[in-house]
């Protein structure tokens, strides 16, 4: 994992796109890495996609 947990950020005519990556912990003890798409707009506004990664 990144330390500040920034992946990739892009920018495009629809807005900048920025990538993050962190821990779930789970009932059970275990933590599932996952990614989250964060759309930032011009106006500032902020909007969040959850992705789940498979990694074990």
């Known amino acids: 994992m ?3 947990n920034v992946v ?3 920018v495009g005519k629809w807005g900048t796109f920025i990538k ?7 009932p059970s003890g275990k933590f ?3 990614e989250a ?6 106006d500032g506004l902020r909007f969040v996609s959850p992705i ?3 990694r074990k």
Not at 20 to 26: P, Q, T, V, W, Y
């Open 37 to 42: 798409v964060w759309h930032v707009t011009e």
């Open 52 to 54: 789940l990664k498979f």
């Open 32 to 34: 599932r890495l996952l």
């Open 8 to 10: 990739e950020t892009r």
């Open 20 to 26: 993050k990556e962190f821990l779930l912990a789970g």
């Open 2 to 4: 990144n330390p500040n």
